[in-house]
């Protein structure tokens, strides 16, 4: 082999620089999500709940996949996006200075319109298996009421490895085939970053600061 062929399969300095770019694409989307979509400290303090119970969940996952989803869905994304529909300012975003509009408009993961869809199949599957327990045929149906949520924590998990899948691969065409593993990985991950990042909220919230007052970002956003 010669110098120049080894030089072309293997480059040192490009080895590095895959990681650190990965890297910091996933910094950059963690980043941009917290300061655009986490400025109410009830948002944050059950974005706490839900990253404890995803933690929990994900030991689950090895010993029941069903009760893994049923905690993961029933708590843990309950408790996510209730505090995104009902407690995040939709108004003027003065730290950004971005529009609400804006924000949604931009986003990688999940907008609140992909949300609702989404959360809409969440409530469908149990009202399908409950209607349907054989869901047409595909399944076993349940014949006790422990046999029907374990259906419906199977029905669940499933709904989420699609609704991660799919996101993923929409990404790929939409931007590039990194920004969707970026995202697939700070979804994967989040529950572990969000501890380290609102675990205090609550103290705050229990201080009657209703709003994160973002010093930290407007510094950011300001350079």
Same mark, same amino acid.
Do not use: C
């Given at each position: 082999?010669?110098?120049?062929?080894?030089?072309?399969?293997?480059?040192?300095?490009?080895?590095?620089?895959?990681? =650190?770019?990965?890297?910091?694409?996933?910094?950059?989307?963690?980043?941009?999500?917290? +300061?655009?979509?986490?400025?109410?400290?009830?948002?944050?303090?059950?974005?706490?709940?839900? =990253?404890?119970?995803?933690?929990?969940?994900?030991?689950?996952? *090895?010993?029941?996949?069903?009760?893994?989803?049923?905690?993961?869905?029933?708590?843990?994304?309950?408790?996510?996006?209730?505090?995104? *529909? *009902?407690?995040?300012? +939709?108004?003027?975003?003065?730290?950004?200075?971005?529009?609400?509009?804006?924000?949604?408009?931009?986003?990688?993961?999940?907008?609140?319109?992909?949300?609702?869809?989404?959360?809409?199949?969440?409530?469908?599957?149990?009202?399908?298996?409950?209607?349907?327990?054989?869901?047409?045929?595909?399944?076993?149906?349940?014949?006790?009421?422990?046999?029907?949520?374990?259906?419906?924590?199977?029905?669940?998990?499933?709904?989420?490895?699609?609704?991660?899948?799919?996101?993923?691969?929409?990404?790929?065409?939409?931007?590039?085939? =990194?920004?969707?593993?970026?995202?697939?990985?700070?979804?994967?991950?989040?529950?572990?970053?969000?501890?380290?990042?609102?675990?205090?909220?609550?103290?705050?919230?229990?201080?009657?600061?209703?709003?994160?007052?973002?010093?930290? =970002?407007?510094?950011?956003?300001?350079?």
């Amino acid at each position: 082999m010669t110098d120049e062929q080894h030089a072309r399969t293997f480059n040192p300095i490009e080895e590095t620089r895959v990681p =650190a770019r990965f890297l910091n694409q996933l910094r950059t989307q963690r980043w941009d999500d917290h +300061r655009y979509y986490h400025h109410s400290r009830i948002n944050q303090s059950l974005h706490l709940l839900s =990253a404890l119970s995803f933690l929990v969940a994900y030991v689950l996952l *090895f010993i029941d996949p069903a009760m893994a989803a049923l905690l993961a869905w029933g708590v843990s994304m309950t408790a996510r996006q209730a505090g995104h *529909f *009902f407690f995040e300012p +939709r108004g003027y975003d003065h730290v950004n200075h971005a529009t609400h509009e804006y924000k949604e408009e931009i986003k990688v993961g999940y907008n609140l319109r992909r949300k609702v869809v989404l959360m809409a199949a969440w409530v469908g599957l149990p009202l399908l298996l409950w209607l349907e327990p054989s869901v047409f045929g595909l399944i076993e149906p349940a014949t006790s009421t422990r046999e029907y949520w374990n259906d419906v924590g199977l029905a669940w998990l499933a709904l989420g490895v699609t609704g991660l899948l799919a996101r993923t691969l929409h990404l790929f065409f939409l931007y590039d085939v =990194a920004t969707g593993l970026v995202w697939m990985s700070k979804i994967l991950t989040d529950p572990f970053h969000d501890v380290l990042l609102y675990w205090k909220s609550p103290l705050y919230l229990l201080k009657g600061e209703l709003i994160d007052p973002m010093t930290h =970002a407007q510094h950011s956003t300001s350079h």
